[in-house]
Every structure is written in C-alpha cells, then in structure tokens.
C-alpha cells in the first residue's frame, strides 16, 4: 500500500516532470537548429529549481537512436527539419520518481508515427489494475501497432519503479510475453512504447557512445586520493543513480571528469548505458508516463 505521504511525493514530482516537458517544448518551438547540450541543461536546472532532482540525465534521443543518448559536449546540435527527436525526463522528490517522456516529430509520416505512439499509450493505461498481467499489457501494444501499420521495440519495455529505484525488477513489455508477473496493487510503474514503421527490425543494439554511467561500488581507491574524492562526489550526489559527466565540469573540469571517469571504468567501478539504436536504422518515437495502480483506480503522476 502507498500512504498518503508517498502518494503526494509521487504526484508532486509527476507535476514537475510535466513542467519539464512543456519547458522543453516551448524551447525548441520553431527552432532548426536545436543545442542538445544547452537544452538538457535548460531541463535539468528547470527540476533542481522545483526543489527535485533528475532522476537521471535528461535523455534527447534522434531518430535511430531510441533511448540512453545525453550530451557532454556544449556544442551539441541538430538541425531538426524531419524526423523524430525523443525527450525522455526523470524527477526525484525525496527518492519517489516520476518517468515521462515525449516525442517531438516534424514531417508528416513521423508525425504520424509519434501520434499513434501517444494513442497506445493512453489507451494502454487504462488495463493498469490489480491482477492484470504484464504480459498482457505487451500483447496490446504490439496488436494495436500492428493495425497501424507499425511495429513495437521488442527489446525495450517500461518498468516497476521503487523509492530510489527506476528499475524495481518488473518490466512492462512492449509484446507479449507469455509468462509474465502480475501487476499488484500499490505498484508504481513508467510505461513506455516505443514503435517503429513495421519495415524496420523492431530491434536495437547497443551503439559506440556512452554518457550516461552509474557506480557499481564504493570501495576506497588509495592510491589516487583526488580521484576517491572525486568517487565520492558522485556517490554523495547520486548514490547508484545514473548519472552524467558534464554533471561534474563545473567542480573538476572537463578534461579532468572524462579522464577520472575513463580511469574508473577501466577499475570498474562504473555501470555504462550506451546509446541503443534501432538496428535496421528506422526512426523510433517513444511516450512514457508513470501509474501508481490502486484498487480504485489508477493515478497518472506524469499528465
């Protein structure tokens, strides 16, 4: 059960990451060029100043590229004509989480493409109930893109969220899945179609790039004293969160972070997220919203 204390946290950072969304579409309205970099960062100081903090970095996924891609570089920039360009936020107040996601498409088949996205999802919301299986939730998506004319990410899905856990050990597929748990009351879920053109694999793999890490351990590292410190810092602010390097320039300096960050991957002291790409090369669009599923009736924290 969530008590009453739970549930405004939830619902208070649900509204924030709304607010994050809207921002992030009012930056980019009518814009070309758009700077990845400096919009993540617009986002982001957007959470801190609610009195929250990013789950995890802002994620400004392109195209192919469906989910995993921030940017460390300041100038980071597309020219944003065609396609689709997926904004996918994490809100954090006092550990509880908010998980949502939008797509932003121009031209006229992505346009589409990210309007039936958006359909499933909230149609797909309403089996969100006790006794439902997770399974069950896949078989819809995946059916109902179909007779779209498109096709689900068979290796993406949502996720049961917990205080200070964006991945609490169930995941919501975007197919079927024949032996699946079973959606309990009290749960909290981030549900997240992603679809493709149904000529495309409705697959990804995992991509060369990676900027988003989280530690694995905490161990003292002696014989580096500025580099512990500096391993500390990230355990101090994020725990075993993801996180970022540009999150630390401003402390250590870029070259400085990148280079205590290739050190502690090379000790493993760091899990890495590298960008996941859809495999035959088809754009991807991706809504998310988070539920807290209750006997009588479920709550969208996120819309």
Not at 53 to 61: E, L, R
Not at 248 to 273: A, P, Q, V, W
Request: charged share 30%; with cysteine.
């Amino acid at each position: 059960m969530i008590s009453d204390t739970e549930l405004e946290k939830y619902l208070t950072a649900g509204k924030i990451a709304k607010k994050a969304l809207k921002y992030a579409r009012d930056l980019m309205a009518g814009k070309k060029k758009i700077n990845l970099y400096t919009l993540c960062e617009k986002i982001e100081r957007l959470i801190i100043d609610h009195g929250a903090i990013p789950a995890f970095p802002c994620n400004v996924s392109y195209n192919d590229i469906a989910a995993h891609y921030t940017p460390i570089e300041a100038d980071t920039s597309i020219v944003f004509n065609e396609g689709v360009l997926k904004i996918d936020v994490g809100v954090m107040v006092d550990g509880y989480i908010a998980d949502t996601a939008i797509s932003i498409a121009r031209g006229k088949d992505y346009e589409y493409l990210a309007k039936m996205n958006l359909r499933i999802l909230n149609e797909v919301l309403e089996y969100f109930k006790p006794g439902v299986k997770l399974g069950e939730i896949g078989r819809y998506v995946e059916s109902e893109a179909k007779k779209m004319g498109l096709k689900p990410i068979a290796n993406l899905s949502g996720h049961k969220v917990d205080r200070y856990d964006l991945h609490a050990g169930k995941n919501v597929p975007n197919v079927y899945e024949p032996f699946s748990p079973t959606i309990k009351e009290g749960e909290v879920y981030a549900v997240e179609p992603f679809l493709t053109f149904d000529k495309y694999s409705g697959y990804v793999k995992p991509g060369k790039t990676i900027t988003i890490f989280s530690l694995k351990k905490i161990k003292r590292i002696k014989k580096n004293r500025e580099l512990d410190e500096f391993k500390n810092k990230i355990y101090n602010t994020r725990r075993y969160l993801p996180f970022t390097p540009r999150w630390f320039y401003k402390d250590y300096g870029k070259e400085k972070t990148l280079e205590f960050i290739r050190i502690l991957k090379s000790e493993r002291f760091l899990n890495e997220y590298p960008v996941l790409i859809e495999e035959s090369g088809g754009v991807v669009s991706q809504y998310e919203h988070t539920i807290i599923v209750l006997e009588k009736g479920s709550i969208v924290t996120t819309i």
